[in-house]
């Protein structure tokens, strides 16, 4: 992966991206939370299975749950996943702090 940036969105709270800039484009956003002082995935978009397959998980704790899968194009992929978690992130976070 060669492109790479964050957004803070609350104290402790950061969406990352990272994605291949060359074709097929393969990418994965995260929504992370800083606790114990350390970095904790808790929401994640990725297609790692294949160009036009696209996975969200969510965490309980520190165990990836199985994922919703959507077959669409990349970048309206991408697109959804960041407006998911610019939208959602508190509901994400407070989901995942009561299953800890």
């Not at 969105?9 to 291949?20: M, S, T």
């Not at 990418?27 to 996975?55: C, K, M, P, Q, S």
């Not at 965490?59 to 959804?80: F, G, I, W």
Request: aromatic share 12%; hydrophobic share 35%.
């Amino acid at each position: 992966m060669d492109r790479e940036r964050f957004w803070d969105l609350g104290d402790g709270v950061r969406a990352f991206y990272q994605r291949r800039s060359t074709h097929p484009v393969e990418y994965v956003i995260t929504l992370r939370v800083l606790r114990d002082g350390r970095w904790h995935t808790i929401h994640l978009f990725d297609n790692a299975h294949g160009v036009d397959e696209h996975h969200e998980h969510s965490y309980v704790d520190s165990c990836k749950q199985p994922p919703l899968v959507r077959n669409c194009d990349t970048n309206t992929a991408m697109a959804a996943a960041l407006e998911t978690l610019f939208t959602t992130w508190p509901q994400i976070l407070d989901t995942w702090e009561h299953t800890r």
